[in-house]
């Protein structure tokens, strides 16, 4: 759908605020057809950077082009972008079907009731078109969204939070959709904070963290990032003394304190830590009856990446 | 584009209970109508007509509250529950969703408030004197809903909470300033409506004499509707979505 030697989404130096506070600093990066992941914990500046990819903001530095184009007052672009943003208003008083028609009707289509009747096939909602959107479960609403986004055949989608409320067969068939928009030749950027989506789904991922871009590539390869960071547990066992004694001797242990009762580890090899672990204890004669990780939220994981 | 936009805004109007007030609002006249029917003796019907009910009642009162409320909802609840993504995210330029919004609060508040004129005057005036008062003030209130609905869609777009400053406009600016300070009343919709009403009827001055001319109550009807429009224009192509909506 676009040429490969121009970027499908452009963002140069990208900064955006209101009044002193800065949702958006100094962020650069380009992305070619694909699904491309934006990742990030709540509040960190993906909305607004989504935003300003779709022309409804206007970056307080630095430029967003779309298919080479500033996408800032330019609604002829509209031709070629779908968007669906997070929130889930839809004109509740419209039909699925009337409200994606009438989506393809202010795009200017031909024929918006082939147009709509398409669109409402790929989200698979056709046994439910004709029933009003205000009746419409939170996921079924952000299929029609997804519908209306569609039914102009855009060549850059983008997508905020766009599985929130889907049930996981819905899920699924989305990712499946979004996929299959890709594999056609089309820049599909979305929003997400949860991993378990990205890792699905986005070929290329962007995290962001606090309004600064903190990685950006492979997935696979900001996973393992994320893997390999340093870990800390909080573990229980029949005799934290001696089993701190005897994991302090292996080589995936950095570190371990014993505060009264309580035993935190502090590793810098997560995978071989939770293999010796089991083994160690044994060898020490010691139970191990508890193990949870003190820093699993996804917050600690983007902090370690924006501190690297 | 401006047929699709001025539909799905008619069909989210009409849906709406707000609007359904308006039509209870909208039979108070006709009542009042009736009652001036069964009881007064003393005052004559078209003086009763062009003062109390029309320039009184529904000018100063359905009018600019049914403008006001179809006015700011016509854009301004888009923008508050957040589907104006769905217009401002496509090809068009911003100015034909400016006109179709304020042609569709047109059509809705002329409809209330030229269907309540019409049956209240036909039940006051009916078989009596001032009959063309009824023609001269559905002209009016045709001119001034353009007027308001193109003040009211712009004011929505500039403030989150144009209903409480229609209010205010509508109730101390119109109703009260303007009144008693006569330089005033040349920034009033209320006065221009009147204005209007007394250049299209043909009832003596003794009956109905509205305080501005015609002449220059018909312009700045014209000025303000293009100035509004203008200004709602201008503040939809800058507007900025916030990620909140």
């Known amino acids: 759908m676009t040429a490969t030697s121009q970027p499908a989404i452009e963002v140069a130096g990208v900064s955006r605020w209101y009044g002193n506070v800065v949702a958006v600093n100094d962020v650069t990066f380009s992305v070619q057809p694909g699904v491309t992941g934006l990742l990030g914990p709540n509040g960190a500046g993906k909305s607004t950077l989504l935003h300003m990819m779709a022309g409804f903001l206007r970056p307080s530095s630095g430029e967003v082009r779309i298919l080479g184009e500033s996408t800032w007052g330019r609604p002829d672009l509209y031709r070629r972008v779908g968007i669906v943003l997070e929130r889930e208003a839809v004109y509740g008083g419209l039909t699925g079907y009337e409200f994606v028609r009438v989506n393809a009707r202010l795009h200017g289509l031909d024929n918006p009731h082939e147009a709509a009747m398409r669109a409402i096939e790929l989200v698979d909602l056709g046994p439910a078109k004709d029933r009003r959107t205000g009746t419409y479960s939170k996921g079924m609403k952000q299929r029609i969204k997804i519908a209306a986004a569609l039914v102009h055949d855009p060549a850059v989608l983008l997508l905020d939070e766009p599985f929130n409320g889907a049930d996981p067969r819905q899920r699924l068939h989305l990712m499946d959709l979004l996929r299959q928009m890709a594999r056609e030749g089309r820049a599909v950027m979305f929003s997400s904070h949860i991993l378990e989506e990205m890792e ?3 070929d290329g991922v962007l995290v962001i ?39 302090l001797g292996d080589t995936a242990v950095s570190g ?12 810098d090899d997560f995978t071989r830590f939770t293999e010796q672990l089991p083994r160690i204890a044994q060898a020490a004669r010691v ?5 949870s ?13 924006v501190s690297r | 584009m401006i047929p ?18 308006l039509v209870l609002l909208a039979v108070l006249p006709v009542l009042l109508a009736l009652l001036f029917r069964l009881t007064a003796e003393e005052v004559t019907p078209a003086r009763f007509a062009a003062n109390g009910l029309f320039a009184g009642f529904i000018v100063n009162l359905v009018l600019p509250l049914t403008a006001l409320v179809v006015g700011t909802a016509a854009l301004g609840q888009e923008i508050e529950d957040g589907t104006v993504v769905y217009l401002l995210g496509k090809p068009l330029p911003r100015w034909t969703i400016v006109i179709a919004k304020v042609a569709a609060a047109w059509m809705v508040t002329a409809a209330v408030v030229v269907a309540c004129v019409v049956v209240s005057g036909l039940v006051v005036l009916t078989g009596e004197e001032g009959y063309g008062l009824t023609l001269a003030f559905v002209v009016a209130v045709l001119a001034g809903s353009l007027t308001y609905s193109a003040l009211f869609v712009g004011l929505s777009i500039r403030f989150g909470r144009a209903l409480i400053i229609g209010l205010a406009y509508v109730f101390v600016w119109e109703a009260l300033v303007s009144r008693f300070i006569p330089g005033v009343r040349f920034l009033s919709v209320r006065a221009y409506t009147l204005g209007v009403a ?23 009807l014209t000025v303000v509707t293009v100035l509004t429009t203008a200004y709602a224009i201008r503040r939809l192509n800058a507007y900025e979505v916030s990620e909140r909506v």
């Open chain 2, 4 to 21: 699709a936009i001025f539909v799905l805004t008619l069909r989210q109007l009409l849906r709406q209970r707000r609007t359904l007030l």
């Open chain 2, 198 to 220: 007394d250049g299209v009827t043909d009832v003596p001055a003794r009956i109905f004499k509205a305080s501005l001319s015609p002449g220059p109550a018909a312009l700045l």
């Open chain 1, 293 to 305: 990780p003190l820093d699993e939220s996804l917050e600690s994981v983007f902090e370690y990446l």
């Open chain 1, 209 to 247: 963290v606090a309004g600064r871009l903190a990685a950006s590539g492979d997935f696979r390869a900001i996973r393992r990032l994320m893997t390999d960071r340093p870990h800390e547990f909080l573990v229980e066992s029949s005799d934290n003394r001696v089993l701190a004694q005897a994991l």
């Open chain 1, 256 to 267: 371990a304190s014993l505060e009264g009762d309580r035993l935190t580890v502090r590793t």
């Open chain 1, 287 to 291: 139970s191990v009856t508890g193990l």
């Open chain 1, 200 to 202: 699905r789904l986005g």
